[in-house]
C-alpha cells in the first residue's frame, strides 16, 4: 500500500517516449561534478555502517560509495545493463523501468540502507517507490535521497521541472513521510569545484540530501 502525494499532472513529462528506449545506450561519463561527488562519498561515509546490506537505486557504472569500505553487500538497481555490468561496486543487480513496474524484486526487510543519487527527480510513481524502499528496508534503516540541480529536463516530471531547490526537497520528504519514512531530515550545502578554481574559492554544483528512517 501506498499513499498517493502528487496530482496527474505533476507525473507529466514532455518525454512521453518509454523511458528504456532513452537509456538504452550507456552513458560511461559523470552526471555530477567533482565537488558534488566527494561530498556525496563523505556522506556515505558518514551516514553507512560498513555492515550494511546497500540498495542503490537508479545507479549506474559509478556508485559513488568510499572505495576504502567493504560493505556487506551492494545490490544495484539501474536502466541500463551495460553500465551495471561495468560498476565495481555491486555484488548483484537488476534492470527495472520504476515508472511502469515500481514493485522491487527483494524480500521485506532485506536491506539496511536504499540510496537513490540523482534519480528520483525521474520517477512518476515515486509515492510507491518510497513505499516498496520501506518493505524492503530493516527496522531502523535508513534512506538517503541526494540530487544536485542537474536535470534532463524532458524526462522529469512536472512537479520537478516547476519546482526550485527547496521545493525539490520538501517534495522527497513528503512524500517519504506520507508512506511510512520517519526522523525524515533535509541538507542543502554549497560544494567547491575542482582543482585551480576551487582553491580559488569557486562553487560547484549543491548538494542537497534527504535522510528518512524506518522506524516499525
Given at each position: 500500500m501506498f499513499t498517493k502525494v502528487l496530482t496527474d499532472a505533476q507525473r507529466f513529462k514532455l518525454d512521453q517516449e518509454p523511458d528504456?528506449?532513452?537509456?538504452?545506450?550507456?552513458?560511461?561519463?559523470?552526471?555530477?561534478?567533482?565537488?558534488?561527488?566527494?561530498?556525496?562519498?563523505?556522506?556515505?561515509?558518514?551516514?553507512?555502517?560498513s555492515c550494511a546490506t546497500v540498495l542503490d537505486l537508479g545507479s549506474s557504472w559509478v556508485s559513488h560509495l568510499p572505495d576504502n569500505v567493504r560493505y556487506e553487500r551492494v545490490i544495484g538497481h539501474g536502466m541500463n545493463e551495460a553500465e551495471l555490468t561495468a560498476n565495481p561496486r555491486l555484488d548483484s543487480y537488476f534492470v527495472q523501468d520504476f515508472n511502469r513496474d515500481p514493485t522491487l524484486p527483494l524480500q521485506e526487510g532485506f536491506v539496511d540502507v536504499c540510496v537513490v543519487v540523482a534519480a528520483w527527480q525521474y520517477w512518476t510513481r515515486p509515492e510507491e517507490v518510497a513505499a516498496e524502499m520501506l518493505r524492503v528496508t530493516r527496522t531502523n534503516g535508513t534512506a538517503i535521497v541526494a540530487f544536485s540541480n542537474r536535470m534532463f529536463f524532458a524526462k522529469a516530471p512536472q512537479v520537478w521541472t516547476d519546482g526550485d531547490?527547496?521545493?525539490?526537497?520538501?517534495?522527497?520528504?513528503?512524500?517519504?513521510?506520507?508512506?511510512?519514512?520517519?526522523?525524515?531530515?533535509?541538507?542543502?550545502?554549497?560544494?567547491?569545484?575542482?582543482?585551480?578554481?576551487?582553491?580559488?574559492?569557486?562553487?560547484?554544483?549543491?548538494f542537497f540530501a534527504v535522510t528518512a528512517r524506518k522506524q516499525i
Open positions: 528504456h528506449i532513452f537509456y538504452q545506450n550507456p552513458r560511461f561519463v559523470q552526471h555530477l561534478d567533482d565537488g558534488f561527488r566527494a561530498r556525496l562519498t563523505e556522506f556515505y561515509r558518514e551516514q553507512i555502517p531547490d527547496r521545493e525539490h526537497l520538501d517534495y522527497v520528504g513528503t512524500v517519504l513521510q506520507a508512506n511510512g519514512w520517519g526522523d525524515v531530515k533535509v541538507l542543502a550545502e554549497e560544494t567547491k569545484t575542482g582543482g585551480l578554481m576551487g582553491l580559488m574559492g569557486g562553487k560547484g554544483e549543491p
